[in-house]
């Protein structure tokens, strides 16, 4: 069962920081680019940035640039998603998505023949501020 779960979600004052994890299994991690995305309720999902397959690349969206720091540890099918300088506005569920194509990724939320081929379940994380 090819699957991704999210965890490392919370509550955390602004300024903070956290890392959220996402942890894949059922497929060939190494074989998929990741992306990270969040969605507050009723607003459109917002893309935050991606990685490539090796881990030597990244990408992100101008909303997290400079406070995000994506990484993957393919030995341990894990990716993460660092965030520093929280704010209240960066409360949201955060959601973690798999596909062959880093394109696929980042053109997930402008394309609709574009959808990641795995996504995760979400974890939520609230900043207080």
């Known amino acids: 069962q090819v699957q991704l779960v999210e965890s490392g979600g919370g509550l955390v004052q602004a300024g903070g920081s956290l890392r959220l994890s996402c942890a894949a299994s059922g497929l060939t991690f190494s074989s998929y680019a990741m992306g990270w995305f969040r969605q507050v309720p009723g607003k459109e999902r917002e893309f935050l940035g991606a990685i490539i397959r090796s881990g030597s690349s990244t990408l992100y969206a101008d909303s997290v640039k400079g406070r995000a720091t994506i990484s993957r540890d393919n030995a341990k099918n894990t990716v993460y998603l660092q965030m520093n300088s929280l704010k209240p506005e960066d409360t949201a569920v955060y959601y973690c998505?798999?596909?062959?194509?880093?394109?696929?990724?980042?053109?997930?939320?402008?394309?609709?023949?574009?959808?990641?081929?795995?996504w995760g379940q979400g974890t939520l994380v609230t900043v207080s501020s």
């Open positions: 998505a798999a596909d062959p194509k880093l394109h696929t990724l980042v053109v997930a939320n402008t394309d609709e023949d574009s959808t990641p081929e795995v």
